[in-house]
């Protein structure tokens, strides 16, 4: 594609063809997706997407997420490629390849903190929340979960029970998970305490405290599962020393700390993961969106020593997909 400085629009829009496949899209997909206006996509490169009507756009969105390196990046495509050429599914869950082991050992050098750790591979952030969820259950063998409002962590039933985004999310799908219970979020631009992060001496985290001496007690509690800037809803970013605060807490209660890195990752803050601005070594990860530049790939990561459940107590058949490693490899390296 061409170097452009200037959108190319080439019919109204939504263009004609656009609206013929909006209208079959309409007769055959889910009502339940969100799409606030209609862009057929046709093909993209770097920032611009082209749609089936020749209209030109930049992708703000980077595929909601997705593709940290923009569409289509030459070197990421070339590894797909190569890939497909040797081998495109094993199911990791049953099988040995190289590739997913490579993958498994560059996520861990390249997580926060010193701590061993392995790796779980699904194929989506939600999955690598559940994953996680999982996990700390059955290494604490404790049954509560601590999550936060404006939190967002995805659409299955743990992941959206986890979310204190927005009803609309949970209506109509109840009963909930057991066992979660949600407390407040650092939101100091909007504090619903009406105090300011100078002189409030943290205290969301006092508030936490409080859940835990009167419905929540801290020896019930498995795990404490939060994004690092929450992301669904708008952008809050907690002030500093909060999640040193928040790790303090979980280590002399004997709590998890799992991060949702999932939309925060792969270097959208500036390092390449968002946990890393407050120093803080989490217990457990989910990463998805970015890792891949657009291939489906959820991956959980948890320290050696929580990671400790037996063979067959979770799996995916499609999980650490190597044309899906061979993309995050890449992108890494990018």
């Known amino acids: 594609m061409a170097k452009k400085d200037y959108i190319d629009l080439k019919t ?13 899209d309409r007769a055959a997909i889910s009502p339940s997706y969100v799409r606030p206006y209609v862009l057929v996509a046709d093909h993209a490169e770097g920032l611009e997407v082209v749609d089936v009507d020749g209209n030109t756009y930049l992708d703000f969105t980077a ?14 495509i070339k590894a797909i490629k190569d890939q497909a050429d040797k081998l495109v599914h094993m199911s990791g869950t049953d099988f040995f ?37 999982k996990l700390a259950r059955w290494h604490s063998k404790r049954p509560l979960a601590l999550a936060f409002f404006g939190g967002f962590h995805g659409r299955t039933y743990g992941a959206v029970t986890l979310s204190g985004s927005k009803a609309k999310h949970r209506e109509g ?14 939101y ?31 020896s019930d ?11 669904e809803g708008g952008y809050v970013v907690p002030p500093a020393g909060y999640f040193q605060k ?39 990860m989910a990463i998805a969106k970015g890792v891949a530049s657009g291939l ?25 997909n190597p044309l899906s490693c061979a993309a995050a490899l890449k992108t890494i390296e990018l």
């Open 97 to 133: 390849y190289p590739i997913q082991i490579v993958l498994a050992e560059k996520i861990k050098e390249i997580t926060p903190g010193p701590t061993e750790k392995l790796v779980w591979y699904g194929n989506s952030g939600a999955e690598a929340v559940e994953a996680g969820l």
């Open 188 to 218: 100091c631009y909007r504090c619903p305490l009406g105090l300011e992060p100078e002189t409030c001496e943290f205290r969301c985290i006092g508030m936490i405290e409080e859940v835990m001496e009167r419905i929540a007690p801290p």
């Open 296 to 320: 489906p790939l959820g991956i959980m990561v948890a320290k050696k020593n929580v990671m400790d459940w037996k063979q067959g107590a979770h799996g995916s058949t499609f999980g650490g």
């Open 12 to 24: 109204a829009i939504p263009g004609p063809k656009g609206m013929e496949w909006y209208a079959r």
């Open 173 to 186: 799908f109840s009963p909930m998970l057991q066992g979660v219970v949600h407390v407040p979020y650092a």
């Open 221 to 231: 509690i498995a795990v404490m599962v939060v994004e690092a800037i929450q992301g």
């Open 246 to 284: 928040l790790r303090q807490l979980t280590e002399e209660r004997g709590i998890l700390l799992m991060v949702d890195e999932v939309q925060s990752g792969m270097g959208r803050t500036g390092k390449m993961f968002a946990i890393e601005h407050w120093d803080t070594e989490p217990d457990i």
């Open 63 to 76: 595929g909601v997420a997705v593709n940290s390196t923009g569409h289509r990046h030459p070197e990421v």
